[in-house]
Each structure stands twice: as structure tokens, then as C-alpha cells.
């Protein structure tokens, strides 16, 4: 007699009797090792005995195996029918299938929550950051480094601290990897073993893979959450004083130049988000970033990205190529994420030549090392151009540096607001208008003031000529405000 067609619950049953004949041998490795404890059988097997009952020592064990074994079936379904490079609603529509089926069988010993839970694990390890996803619902997390498949750091206010969370092996690393540079246009393997991403919150990624870094592949993420920081948030958080963003918003309305230092994770790029808002909704800007992570608020926003090359080692855009193709495309406003790079010398340049109100951001330890910075990178361009000239090309373009440091207790602050005020001979000259006076420690926290220097800067003084009133009281050299 004929056989019924199968079920929809026979569906995960073969596929997952398949599992040892079907799955690539670095794939069948991944998952004997969870295939140990109280449920080494295959799930698919048949057994008139009743499964163990999980207890408090075992049930994490037979739980991480039943997941591992489901994921490696569902990767090997979706292989199989070519849904791993679907959209990702559509991927998850049939995650979701897959999981619906397989919790229907009588082969997984998990009560409700538990199955739950295993739904919303391996759609997150197809869909999502697998293993990572609860840390990135933590909003105190600001930095997340895998360092091994087994070794995971996280970043919470201002201190490095290692977690339990663990990949389970190298292979499911390195998919994870694959499947983020992916999403995003790029490409990471053995001949271009290094990518530079963003997530669809704009947290940052970077990631290497052998032979670059010796001990296997890495992950590096910089979280800037679902919505970035208004400025009178930072204001809230004490990275700046109340004058301080009144005047740098001032600047930036007045069509100011401003230049933002700092160094790895001081808040150079929250700070450049910040100071944005106050650029007009009827202007243009464009935006020029390795990974677009920039959110702003005004309606007319073109946003440019760098590229690396394809495996051809052909077609890449670098930021100087960006910035040159911006100045065609009839800016307001230029916006360049980080200057790194002969593209200094175009920035700079527009900046001379009718493009006022732009915004950067560049790695440096000061103020005045900003400047020495932004000379080597015009050097970089090799246009064999005299010190002299690049010197007075970058005072004759840029009004304000705006230097901001992550201090030891966590704290992002605008450590110095200085003002480009010309040469005297070979040296640019700098005059500081506002700064952080470290006045101790209290208990884990940094004490200290923001401070006006007392010198007037030159923008009050246009602005008084354009009959609008900057008071006078921001700039007393008494007036402090607690950072």
C-alpha cells in the first residue's frame, strides 16, 4: 500500500536523520562534540523509553546540545533550499517554519519556556548575533571584543571586563562574521582577511581572520544604539558646559569650520552627531564615512561610503574619492566621519574655496598634535608642497579644534575648545577658549570644572557686527561649571 505523504513534523525529522550523511565533515565536527550527556541519541531516533528527565546539573548541557544539533539542521535545510541569501524577513519567516516544526516533535524534551527560549536562540543565530545578542540588548555595553571563539570582553562605563559568553567553536565565529560583512557589501576570507562593517543599529565592526591574527578569527564592535545622543544629553552626562554647546552651536549655524580630536573611543563621532543639529534643515550635506554610522535629524542628507576592493583587487573608493566627487554634487555642508589620509589635502582645500561649515573628526592627543596630524596627511597626498603652505592652508581653513578625551572613571568630556587664530612664522596659533579643570577624584569618579580661559573669541565679535548678542558672561574667566 502506498505511504501517506510525510507530515509537516517528518519534515526536521529527516533532515535531521540526514545529519551525519549529509553535513560537510568540518560541520559533523562541530556538533559530536555536543552530542554527549543524557541525549546522545540522534533526535530523529525512535525509542519506546521515556527521555530522561533534565535536572538542575544536566539540563544546561542538554539544552546547548539540542540547540547545537538544531542549528546545524536548520543551516543544512536552508543550504539545501537556497534560502540563506533571502532577504532577511523572508530568512526569517522560514527560521521561524523550521522552528515550529521542530518543536511539534516529541523528540525534544523542553518544556514551554525552554522551547521558547530555543526559538528565539536559533533565529538569532541565523538572523541575528547569535551568542552576542544579549549583550547587545545591554545599553551599558559600549564595546564588545571577541577575542577567541572562548574568550569575550565587553566594555561598561569606561572598564574592560571579561563574560561567560562563548561561541561554540571557530566555524561558528566565523560564520557569524561572513554573515555581518555580507549584509553590508564587503567581503572577509583568507586573501582579504580583514573588514570593516556596520551593524543596522551603526555600531561599528571590525574583524580579522588568520593568518592576520594568530589565534583565530576577532570581532571588535563599537555600539552607538538604536538612536544617538542630542546634544543636551551630553550636556546632562557631563561631557560639555551649557556655554560651551551654546557656543559651539553658534559656530556651527555661523558656518564655522570645526575640526573634532580625540583619541579611540573618546566620543569624537557622538560629539560630531551632536554639533550636526544645529546645521540648518534647508541645507545640504553630504556625508563621507568608512562605515556610514552618522544619524542625523535634517531631511536633506546624502550619505557616501568608502569601498574596498573585490577579489580582483579592483574597484575601490577611498575618501579622497569621495571627497573630490562631493564638491560636484553642489554641497552645503561637508561632513567627512574621520579624516585618516591624503584626503586631508581636498578637505582642506573645499574648506578654502566656498565650502565653510564643514565638520571632521581626527585621531589625536591634542589640540595642537591635531594640527602636526592633519600636516602628515597632506603630506600623504605627495604634492611635494612646502611646510609653510600646508600650515597656512589648514589656519586659513579651520576656526576651531574641539578635543575631547574618555577620562579613567568612563567619562566622555570636552577636554579643550581652542581657536586657529593665524601663524607666527612656522607656528600655527592657538588660543583656548574653553577647557576641564581636573580638580581630583572622588571615590571612582574624576572632580573638576569647565572653565572659560577669559579670551573673547573672534566670532562674538561678528556676531555683534550681525547684531546678534553672544553674551559675554559665557566667556568670564570665573564662571565654572561642574563636570
Known amino acids: 500500500m502506498e505511504q501517506p505523504p510525510p507530515t509537516s513534523h517528518a519534515a526536521p525529522r529527516a533532515v535531521l536523520a540526514r545529519l551525519d550523511l549529509e553535513l560537510p565533515a568540518s560541520r559533523r565536527r562541530a556538533v559530536q562534540g555536543a552530542r554527549t550527556g543524557p541525549f546522545a541519541r540522534p533526535l530523529a531516533a525512535e525509542s519506546t523509553t521515556a527521555a530522561p528527565v533534565p535536572t538542575a546539573a544536566t539540563e544546561p548541557l542538554a539544552y546547548a546540545a539540542i540547540k547545537a544539533r538544531l542549528h546545524a539542521a536548520l543551516l543544512d535545510e536552508l543550504e539545501q533550499r537556497n534560502l540563506l541569501t533571502l532577504p532577511e524577513d523572508e530568512l526569517d519567516l522560514a527560521v521561524r517554519s523550521f522552528v515550529e516544526r521542530a518543536s511539534g516533535t516529541e523528540e525534544l524534551p523542553l518544556n514551554a519556556p525552554e522551547r521558547a527560549r530555543l526559538a528565539a536562540d536559533l533565529r538569532e543565530e541565523i538572523v541575528g548575533l547569535g551568542p552576542l545578542a544579549p549583550l547587545m540588548a545591554d545599553p551599558a555595553v559600549t564595546d564588545i571584543l571577541v577575542n577567541r571563539h572562548d574568550q569575550v570582553y565587553v566594555e561598561r562605563y569606561g572598564r574592560l571586563e571579561r563574560v561567560a559568553v562563548q561561541f561554540r567553536d571557530t566555524e561558528h565565529l566565523l560564520r557569524l562574521i561572513q554573515r555581518i560583512a555580507t549584509r553590508v557589501g564587503r567581503r572577509i576570507d ?81 560629539l560630531l552627531g551632536a554639533l550636526a543639529e544645529a546645521i540648518p534643515a534647508s541645507e545640504r550635506i553630504i556625508t563621507i564615512e568608512d562605515a556610514a554610522e552618522l544619524l542625523l535629524d535634517q531631511p536633506h542628507v546624502v550619505r557616501m561610503e568608502t569601498r574596498p576592493p573585490n577579489i580582483e583587487g579592483q574597484g575601490r573608493i577611498t575618501a579622497r574619492d569621495l571627497v573630490i566627487n562631493a564638491l560636484r554634487m553642489r554641497p552645503d555642508r561637508i561632513i567627512v566621519g574621520e579624516v585618516r589620509g591624503p584626503e586631508a589635502v581636498d578637505m582642506l582645500q573645499a574648506m578654502n574655496t566656498g565650502h565653510e561649515g564643514s565638520l571632521s573628526t581626527i585621531h589625536a592627543n591634542s589640540p595642537r598634535d591635531a594640527l602636526a596630524r592633519l600636516e602628515t596627511m597632506v603630506l600623504m597626498a605627495a604634492l611635494d608642497l612646502p611646510s609653510r603652505a600646508i600650515r597656512e592652508q589648514m589656519v586659513s581653513a579651520l576656526q576651531y579644534i574641539v578635543h575631547v578625551r574618555r577620562y579613567e572613571d568612563g567619562v566622555r568630556r570636552v577636554e579643550s575648545v581652542v581657536e ?64
Open 420 to 483: 586657529v587664530c593665524g601663524m607666527e612664522g612656522l607656528t600655527p596659533q592657538l588660543q583656548e577658549i574653553f577647557s576641564f579643570e581636573r580638580q581630583g577624584r572622588r571615590a571612582r569618579s574624576v572632580v573638576g570644572a569647565f572653565r572659560p580661559s577669559g579670551i573673547v573669541p573672534r566670532l562674538a565679535e561678528e556676531l555683534r557686527d550681525q547684531e546678534v548678542e553672544v553674551p559675554r558672561e559665557w566667556f568670564h574667566a570665573g564662571a565654572a561649571a561642574d563636570g
Open 190 to 270: 583568507e586573501a582579504w582577511p580583514m573588514v570593516d562593517a556596520r551593524l543596522p543599529d551603526g555600531s561599528r565592526v571590525n574583524a580579522t581572520l588568520p593568518p592576520v591574527t594568530l589565534d583565530g578569527p576577532t570581532l571588535s564592535i563599537r555600539r552607538f544604539g538604536v538612536r544617538r545622543l542630542r546634544s543636551q544629553e551630553l550636556v546632562r552626562l557631563g561631557m560639555l558646559s551649557t556655554p560651551m554647546l551654546a557656543f559651539l552651536t553658534l559656530a556651527v549655524r555661523s558656518r564655522k569650520n570645526l575640526l573634532i580630536s580625540g583619541g579611540t573611543g573618546a566620543g569624537k563621532s557622538t
